[in-house]
């Protein structure tokens, strides 16, 4: 194999995927124009050369460093003067990782590791911004005006040592529109990484997301804390990132990172605590220990933690986060796998038999684990809403048992007041829904599901000007999931008369879900009652292509309004746009 050493420039566009979903004939005709015209020719005028175009990205080489480096900012700096004029919608940023290494020549190819770590580098590197190897800034240190900030050495997927890692500064990229700049919370605030499965076998990874999860549950018991939901902490699984570019993006000043494996009877687990603005580590431990003392380990990571931020808990906060669950490992273990299938992608009878029997075991193992017979309601929930067995209307029924079960074992569990709040939900039993829920949310004041139930309940109820504080901490406390949320704002602020704002937030919602027959239900009609006719039409004709069987008849006869006059405001707007008699 004919080898030899090249910079290596790996550039690839930010956010590709909602890109091609909102508009995909014009973000690949503007991708192309700006690889043809932009990015190629700057390339070739550092005297790089184009190894390949990959749909949404674009691998280089070159013979000089300095060049590589200046070619990676002239080109994002070009990139953020043509955004400036451009809307929000339309503008494409790229992430840029420049490597020195090593490569193998593939006729116009290249290949290795000086390629992965470029792929990597890029990774890191925030919207609009380039990030370096050490062997790269060494080069370039005393030979280019550009400034450079230290990120230290990170562990990146798929290459066996730590990279040092510098980043371009520059103030364009503080900005990027890309980046929620999100404020500080009054309160201590982290997120939990998921640790990283570092055992050989794959299908331990529940064991470790497990984990993770609880860690994030022990914490978020804790009110001086604010701590981001696992939905968004889980969103970095698998990618490569720097901790500070993960605190900005979510509002967060802490990060938690760390590994487990899992190895018979033996289990290692590390855990670090960093600050995120400078990216030093606070506090670091290693345990090895036996399986059997993963309960141990779990609360003095939650303990240390809380300790180093200088937490005080109550006395009540400190029995939730030690007290509760089961001390039974098997039971711990089914009860790790069922949730994890519980809370995954796919949604099917196979995941339901799969879940229920996980936690039907565990019951078994420990007959006191209120945790089990929550995921076992949960499930059950599942199914009424998805009809996968052969009596689902029975499902609601199983579930409300199951919780029950839960809360009369261990009434501190806030896991199962919401689910229990869920039950209460679809059997429209508003004193107990909201009792649940508020139940949750006094033992554990981070539960972002619980805050957006306690919201809907003031929606349904008649008070949503009660809801819209509870589903804006939602969204905060859980970023990544606001797609899920802001869906309710959207309701509250129509059921409130606002029919601007609901307007917007709904327009919002199909942005960021652009499949949704649900909000696009009440856009039209929040447009009926502005009077907006055509845009309500137009809106009600997607509307049509997505559900060709939507009726508003059944759909909000199946939101649990109270008030009857609260439901009515949906089909009168849909009147007013004269898309229903």
């Not at 590589?68 to 503008?91: C, I, S, T």
């Not at 993006?249 to 960093?274: M, P």
């Not at 995941?351 to 017979?373: H, L, N, V």
Request: charged share 30%; aromatic share 8%.
């Amino acid at each position: 194999m004919e080898r030899r050493l090249a910079a290596i420039m790996d550039a690839d566009v930010v956010g590709y995927s909602r890109l091609i979903r909102s508009d995909e004939d014009g973000t690949l005709a503007a991708l192309k124009s700006l690889l043809t015209d932009l990015i190629g020719p700057k390339i070739a005028e550092h005297h790089g050369r184009v190894v390949k175009f990959m749909g949404d990205g674009v691998l280089a080489e070159f013979a000089s460093v300095v060049e590589a480096v200046r070619a990676a900012a002239e080109m994002q700096q070009a990139l953020a003067e043509r955004n400036e004029v451009l809307p929000k919608g339309q503008r494409i940023e790229f992430r840029v990782g420049v490597n020195l290494g090593d490569v193998v020549i593939d006729g116009d190819d290249i290949h290795g590791d000086g390629v992965n770590v470029a792929a990597r580098l890029e990774g890191l590197a925030e919207p609009g911004g380039v990030c370096v190897s050490a062997a790269v800034y060494d080069q370039v240190r005393d030979r280019i005006e550009l400034p450079f900030e230290d990120l230290g050495e990170q562990r990146v997927k798929n290459i066996d040592r730590p990279v040092r890692i510098w980043r371009w500064v520059r103030d364009t990229v503080a900005s990027s529109p890309s980046v929620d700049q999100m404020p500080l919370p009054e309160r201590p605030s982290i997120v939990v990484l998921p640790f990283n499965n570092m055992s050989r076998d794959p299908e331990q990874e529940y064991f470790s997301d497990g984990i993770t999860e609880d860690i994030i549950t022990d914490l978020s018991k804790a009110s001086g804390l604010f701590v981001v939901a696992r939905n968004s902490a889980f969103v970095y699984k698998e990618k490569t990132f720097s901790v500070p570019h993960v605190c900005r993006e979510l509002g967060v000043k802490f990060a938690v990172e760390g590994s487990i494996r899992k190895a018979g009877d033996r289990v290692r687990v590390t855990a670090q605590l960093i600050d995120g603005t400078s990216g030093g580590h606070l506090w670091a431990e290693r345990y090895d220990r036996d399986l059997t003392d993963i309960f141990e380990v779990q609360d003095d990571i939650t303990q240390q933690i809380v300790a180093a931020l200088k937490v005080r808990l109550s006395e009540a906060e400190k029995s939730l986060i030690v007290e509760g669950g089961t001390k039974d490992v098997n039971a711990h273990d089914l009860f790790l796998r069922g949730r994890e299938l519980i809370l995954g992608l796919k949604r099917d009878r196979e995941m339901f038999d799969q879940s229920t029997t996980c936690f039907r075991r565990a019951i078994e193992i420990d007959p006191s684990y209120a945790a089990a017979y929550a995921g076992l309601g949960m499930a059950y929930i599942l199914d009424y809403q998805n009809h996968w067995t052969d009596a689902p209307e029975r499902s609601l029924d199983q579930a409300d048992r199951f919780t029950a079960q839960a809360i009369a074992r261990d009434e501190q569990d806030p896991f199962a007041h919401y689910v229990a709040a869920m039950v209460a939900m679809f059997m429209r039993d508003y004193e107990r829904w909201a009792h649940e829920a508020d139940r949750a949310l006094l033992l554990n004041p981070n539960y972002a599901p619980a805050l957006n139930m306690r919201g809907t309940v003031h929606i349904y109820t008649g008070e949503p000007a009660k809801a819209i504080p509870m589903i804006e901490r939602a969204i905060r406390l859980d970023p990544i999931s606001r797609q899920q949320h802001v869906h309710f704002l959207g309701t509250a602020y129509f059921v409130a008369g606002d029919y601007e704002t609901a307007a917007a937030l709904f327009r919002d919602r199909i942005a960021l879900n652009p499949t949704t027959d649900l909000s696009r239900a009440f856009l039209a009609s929040a447009l009926g009652h502005l009077g907006k006719l055509d845009e309500a039409g137009e809106v009600w004709r997607e509307l049509k292509e997505i559900n060709t069987r939507y009726s508003p008849v059944e759909h909000i006869g199946r939101l649990p309004f109270r008030d009857p006059s609260d439901a009515e405001k949906f089909t009168v707007g849909l009147r007013k746009a004269g898309l229903v008699q």
